[in-house]
């Protein structure tokens, strides 16, 4: 599809190479790994892109995800760096342009999410790295006159048996011609020099002293700014305007009606906010015109009644409810809300486009590239490959930056006025014209035992489904596999487990918020763990360790957290709340350390223990469960997004508020050792806090949150 | 026309009263290294100083800056990113996505010229004003420790 254009935008770099290493590789068996594909043919990965060594001894990566925060640029070549035998700060990362090569064969297009980044390169990188190794040993041994029995690389290096040595550069010529081999040896992780052990983040310097270019920091010789009016009615449009103030203002160039709105170009965007703020335009508030919260909530929970779609039947959950609800059984229901809820990254969606005869360069902080390139090629009426798309660093990515509402506009004025143009979204405009994510309302019943245990559990969710919007090829004949997240992989020891979900549309546009269902989910399943626990007259932990008896990476996740928390022996007037969960791969438990003062609860520390499969740089596991966990606790306090007559009534930070500094508590994390394959990390955390912190509050209080945020019930 | 002093060298700019400073410093003077959040000094990514007091930059009409003001951004703090206090955020790989560390690093900076061996919470309070949606506080609070023992040193 793209790869000839990749492929050239390739060739033409490393033509800049006097006679660097191109890698041609082919992946037997990475296409046949991606499950659900978001429609088209079944992908492969027939083109390596990834890897340039020059004869002037450089190392280039091409990073084929994009840096948000969550470490690729860094872990990435860290997969290559081993198996090569090369220094980390060595390789030169670049980020790739859109094209075939670089699909993400676990989601089937060019993504960056789903925590799969180091999971999807885990295989792929290392055996590139362990490619080019190959071939630069076979061009050393040609150059020495040996076998390559015995030869190995380090430093950047071919080093024989007998001590000879050989650079990468001066190698790059001879092996770029070598035939690209298919099996090559990977390096054992016993051997393993980088892999696992901490390494500076690569990036890191650049984000200490301005220089990381954001996709707000796009300069273009002539580049004109954009400040976009949008409907203030979530799905509305423009009908007419009036822009005759606007236009007599200093710096003013050009006010055009795009597919998104009313924008005003003009020599900086100051000068464009100043003028679009003075703009008449008369909207069509369109079918949201009437949206509010409470009626979304209504339509959500008669929505409920419906049977949905089954993601999971271990045997017969209704009937064994209905059993134990006529023998007089414990049976206990409960209806679990969780609400709509911005992404607010911190640098507001912002797209530079520049069309000219022969195509578009874009500038864009995205985690789509290639829908990206589409919907650029479709508003500037180009083909596909007439786009060049440029990723920059993501100021925050969080699942926002896979929608593409950013594009439009600006590809449509920079067409309109032959000039490069930068549109940037005001705070307001990013935070009322967010994909939400999801509001859910999850209806969960169990029957327990005479010991206690449960002998059915039947999870009922009904929310939006995002991927029906997104990739509606996924949810023709499954269930949407981005709404039973942390449902349908219930790991509790229970005969009679069913998961269904109902899927039901809200109006308006919802997205993956960073865990995406696991963040709904979690909260419903393991609040309601401790509601059985209880009703049980178990303690929390305990009852769950006898529940997972089959689940050894369960326990032990739980188990390690529990103890480092010395959860036996709360302080003074403090308790704990704990929460578990796998999702992408990872396991994990939270126990977060809480007590209420004044009537608000103060969380102290929150224990974190994980097994993500073999660890790439624990360094940046760490900041991720910190950073994961501070999302997840930021919505639990206040998170909330609330519509009125179809309009977002959060603008700023002011109303959307959150965690401060003062605010946060101690975490501490704890990573098991693990030969797994690797998990994802970069989303787990956000779901377990939650949880754990709304199981804290019922063990101090005997309150049982099953709603959040925890501003509305008082105690946040 | 404004003349600004920026990292020690006079500017002159043609803008309106009205303009923040972080506008004429990101689109008229093309420093890109101060950010836009939230333009109500809420987040605190527009952060730079004003004769080295931390002030938000997108609430400061350019107007306001009286003449011999001493303007410096992320961009003027060193050269070579040698600033104890960049060099403590290398040492604990601070940053995530990176955006609002310019704001964290000068509110940083302006803490420890006024006090040399911040306590937490002295941290904390002079922090409090920038928004990390990363969540790299913790590892914000003990480089502005390391800073200062490095400053110390």
């Given at each position: 599809m793209n790869s000839a254009i990749s492929r050239r935008d390739f060739l033409q770099k490393g033509a800049v190479l006097s006679g660097g290493l191109v890698l041609a590789i082919s992946i037997p068996g990475c296409g046949r790994k991606s499950g659900s594909k978001p429609g088209g043919a079944l992908v492969r990965s027939d083109f390596s892109a990834w890897l340039q060594i020059g004869s002037d001894e450089s190392i280039r990566f091409y990073c084929d995800k994009s840096e948000m925060g969550q470490g690729v640029y860094t872990a990435l070549p860290m997969l290559l760096a081993e198996e090569l035998g090369v220094a980390v700060d060595r390789i030169k990362v670049e980020f790739a342009p859109a094209g075939a090569p670089f699909v993400n064969t676990f989601l089937g297009t060019q993504i960056t999410g789903g925590s799969t980044s180091v999971r999807e390169g885990w295989p792929k990188l290392r055996l590139a790295g362990a490619q080019a190794r190959e071939m630069l040993i076979a061009a050393a041994c040609a150059e020495w006159g040996i076998a390559?029995?015995?030869?190995?690389?380090?430093?950047?290096?071919v080093v024989s048996p007998r001590g000879q040595r050989l650079s990468f550069g001066a190698l790059a010529?001879?092996?770029?011609?070598?035939?690209?081999?298919?099996?090559?040896?990977?390096r054992k992780s016993q051997d393993f020099r980088v892999i696992g052990k901490p390494h500076a983040r690569l990036d890191t310097p650049l984000k200490v002293d301005g220089s990381a270019q954001f996709g707000i920091d796009v300069r273009l010789d002539g580049m004109l700014y954009g400040a976009l009016a949008q409907s203030p009615v979530l799905g509305g449009k423009a009908t007419s305007f009036d822009a005759t103030r606007a236009k007599a203002m200093p710096g003013v160039k050009d006010v055009i009606l795009t597919s998104t709105g009313v924008l005003v170009l003009a020599d900086s965007w100051w000068r464009a906010r100043r003028a679009r703020d003075t703009l008449s335009i008369e909207w069509d508030g369109g079918a949201n015109k009437g949206l509010d919260t409470a009626k979304m909530w209504q339509g959500l929970r008669a929505a409920a009644a419906g049977a949905g779609q089954e993601a999971r039947n271990d045997g017969d959950a209704l009937k064994a409810l209905a059993d134990g609800a006529r023998s007089g059984a414990k049976v206990l229901r409960a209806d679990y809300e969780l609400p709509l809820l911005a992404h607010a990254t911190l640098e507001p969606q912002n797209c530079t486009a520049s069309v000219t005869a022969d195509g578009c360069d874009l500038y864009v902080p995205t985690q789509i590239q290639q829908v990206a390139q589409a919907t650029a090629a479709s508003a500037a009426g180009l083909k596909p490959e007439q786009v060049r798309v440029h990723t920059t660093f993501l100021g925050g990515g969080f699942g926002r930056r896979l929608e593409v509402d950013f594009i439009p506009a600006a590809v449509e004025a920079s067409k309109a006025v032959g000039k490069p143009v930068k549109i940037l979204w005001t705070r307001e405009d990013d935070m009322t014209h967010d994909a939400y994510r999801p509001p859910a309302f999850d209806q969960v019943a169990a029957a327990l035992g005479k010991d206690g245990k449960p002998t059915a559990w039947h999870i009922h969710l009904t929310s939006p489904s995002i991927t029906a919007r997104m990739f509606p090829g996924v949810v023709e004949k499954a269930v949407d596999p981005f709404a039973i997240e942390a449902a349908a992989n219930y790991p509790y020891d229970v005969p009679n487990v069913r998961v269904s979900y109902?899927?039901?549309?809200?109006?308006i546009n919802v997205g993956y918020w960073r865990s995406v269902s696991h963040a709904l989910n979690c909260f419903v399943a393991e609040s309601f763990m401790d509601e059985l626990a209880f009703a049980a007259g178990a303690d929390p932990v305990a009852y769950r360790l006898s529940l997972l008896a089959r689940q050894p990476r369960f326990a032990a996740v739980l188990k390690t957290a529990t103890e480092e928390a010395h959860y036996a022996t709360p302080a003074k007037g403090h308790r704990f709340g704990v929460a578990l969960m796998e999702g992408y791969g990872t396991y994990m438990a939270q126990v977060a350390e809480v007590s209420m003062a004044g009537g608000k609860l103060k969380v102290h520390h929150v224990h974190c223990a994980l097994d993500c499969g073999q660890v790439i740089n624990p360094r940046i596991v760490e900041s991720q469960v910190e950073g994961a966990l501070l999302f997840g606790l930021t919505a639990a306090l206040w998170g909330q997004i609330d519509l009125k007559e179809g309009r977002v009534q959060q603008t700023n930070f002011d109303r959307y508020r959150l965690l401060r500094m003062p605010e946060?508590?101690?975490i501490s994390t704890y990573i098991l050792d693990s030969s797994a394959d690797p998990g994802g990390i970069g989303e787990p955390a956000t779901a377990l806090i939650?949880?754990?912190?709304?199981?804290?509050?019922?063990?101090?209080?005997q309150k049982r949150i099953r709603s959040l945020p925890l501003a509305t019930h008082g105690f946040a | 026309m404004y003349i600004l002093n920026v990292n020690g060298k006079t500017l002159e700019v043609e803008v309106e009263a009205d303009t923040p400073l972080l506008w004429v410093l990101r689109d008229t003077l093309g420093m890109t290294g101060?950010?836009?959040?939230?333009?109500?000094?809420?987040?605190?990514?527009?952060t730079v100083h004003l004769d080295g007091e931390p002030i938000r930059s997108c609430v400061t009409p350019v107007s306001a800056l009286t003449t011999g003001q001493k303007v410096t951004t992320i961009e003027g703090l060193s050269a070579d990113r040698s600033h104890p206090v960049q060099k403590a955020w290398i040492e604990l790989d601070v940053p995530q996505c990176g955006y609002c560390q310019s704001g964290q690093i000068m509110s940083a900076v302006a803490l420890l010229a006024k006090t040399p061996k911040p306590t937490d919470a002295d941290i904390d309070a002079a922090m409090a004003g920038n928004l990390c949606r990363c969540g790299t506080y913790q590892r914000i609070r003990a480089a502005i420790h390391r800073a200062a023992e490095i400053k110390g040193s």
């Open positions: 390559t029995t015995g030869c190995l690389t380090e430093d950047g290096q010529e001879a092996a770029g011609k070598l035939p690209v081999p298919k099996v090559v040896p990977l109902q899927r039901h549309e809200i109006g946060i508590p101690k939650a949880p754990a912190i709304c199981n804290g509050i019922f063990a101090l209080t | 101060t950010k836009y959040g939230c333009g109500m000094a809420l987040c605190g990514a527009c």
